[in-house]
């Protein structure tokens, strides 16, 4: 491995700093997601990392307008998963392509654009596999009253829908909500489930002590 290193240009070392660490990073997201745990913890709206203020952090106003690279359509592009995705794509893209005859002007852009194609195809590997875990015996009726943490933001007043997890009919999973309530609530908060709407999405409030 050392040797293989050593034998990397300076750009494509750059490039295997980027690779290595969200391989590793992604395969244990990978694995803690098909033991039914890795949707929740290792992976967030990227809006909410590091406590950063506004609507999802990107300043827009709900996430009927994407503020959080959701489309509407549960497709959440902007997350801690796909981001990791980009860059290892992104980063062993780079190593390869810098090690042909292309220029290296070329091969960077080009590794780039890969990444960017594995950042939107882990949206919709994981939105597939969000529909498929809702697609089971879950009778999602029985979610009311349950208690469960904020996964993406949840936009206020309805405008907008976010992700929550929940255990139902024991089994740990993630469902759209939104709440009726004045205040957005954000990732890592407890809410409870008061219904659920015509479109199947949860309606949650934030829970009080």
Known sequence: MLAWFESLSQLQKIFAYIAVPSTVILLLQTILLFFGIGAGGVDADVSDVGGIDGADGFDAPD???????????????????GIVAMLCIGGWAGIVLLDTSLRPVF???????????????????????????????????????????????????????????????????????????????????????????????????????
Not at 63 to 81: E, K, N, Y
Not at 142 to 164: D, R
């Open 63 to 81: 996430s009927s307008d994407m503020p959080d690279g959701t489309d509407g359509d549960g497709l959440t592009v902007f997350s801690i998963r």
């Open 107 to 209: 091969a960077i852009v080009l590794a780039v654009l890969l990444g960017v194609a594995a950042l939107i195809g882990m949206a919709f590997a994981m939105r597939a596999f969000t529909r498929l875990q809702s697609s089971g015996n879950i009778v999602i009726e029985s979610a009311i009253g349950k208690t469960g943490k904020v996964y993406l933001t949840v936009p206020a007043e309805g405008k907008g829908s976010g992700k929550i997890h929940i255990t139902v009919q024991d089994t740990y999973t993630e469902f759209e909500a939104v709440t009726i309530g004045p205040d957005e609530l954000k990732t890592g908060e407890t809410v409870t489930v008061s219904g659920v709407d015509d479109a199947g999405r949860l309606i949650v409030e934030r829970k009080t002590a």
